[in-house]
Antibody, heavy 124, light 108 residues
């Protein structure tokens, strides 16, 4: 079964660092991009950035560039999203999702598998 | 950045009725990269339609997508109770994904 399993909920204080993870299984981890999507409470979906574990290529939304870092360790089929200094406004649900075909359009078939989400709460 | 606008914001319908959801882009979008997702409360989004009109695996044929250029439509031919949810369109262009703000389909 193809799955993305995300790490558990986090409660942090402003200024703290954080790294959340997304472990892929049941497919070739290095053949798909992993995207990160933010959903603030009661709000819509926002694409943050993505990584291709095959060669660690990354793309970021201008809104999130410099605010977060996406990484991947293909040896453990895990992608990560990290913050160096959290703000209260980072409080949200964060989803990872896999996709392919951003370089070769003929392979694009949407973000077809999603993680269950990781809730991040930042509060003093 | 391409901005997606979805209308209406909320669509109130009864089971069995037809739902027509609109997604309009601020500039022309590649149909290959126009995608629709469904999200229910407390759940991750679910892929419905990719390439503007191709149903994802396991998606019932009451869901269909159409459109090109700047105007795209998701149609649900006959609403089932499990279809009441929020629907998002998404596009990819210039190495960026953007989502629309969503249309909530609720029970009338």
């Amino acid at each position: 079964e193809v799955q993305l399993v995300q790490s558990g909920a986090e409660v942090k204080k402003p200024g703290e660092s954080l790294k959340i993870s997304c472990k892929g299984s049941g497919y070739s981890f290095t053949s798909y991009w992993i995207a990160w999507v933010r959903q603030m409470p009661g709000k819509g979906l926002e694409w943050m950035g993505m990584i291709y574990p095959g060669d660690s290529a990354t793309r970021y939304s201008p809104s999130f560039q410099g605010q977060v870092t996406v990484s991947a360790d293909k040896s453990i089929t895990t992608a990560s999203l990290q913050w160096s200094s959290l703000k209260a406004s980072d409080t949200a649900m964060y989803y990872c999702a896999r996709l392919r075909g951003v370089v070769s359009p003929s392979y694009y078939d949407g973000m077809d598998v999603w993680g269950q989400g990781t809730t991040v709460t930042v509060s003093s | 950045e391409i901005v997606l606008t979805q209308s209406p914001g909320t669509l109130s319908l009864s089971p069995g009725e037809r739902a027509t959801l609109s997604c309009r882009a601020s500039q022309s979008v590649s149909s290959t990269y126009l995608t629709w997702y469904q999200q229910k409360p407390g759940q991750a989004p679910r892929l419905l339609i990719y390439g503007a009109s191709s149903r994802a695996a396991g998606i019932p044929d009451r869901f269909s997508g159409s459109g090109s250029g700047t105007d795209f439509t998701l149609t649900i031919s006959r609403l089932e109770p499990e279809d009441f949810a929020v629907y998002y369109c998404q596009q990819y262009g210039g190495s960026q994904f953007t989502f629309g703000p969503g249309t909530k389909v609720d029970i009338k």
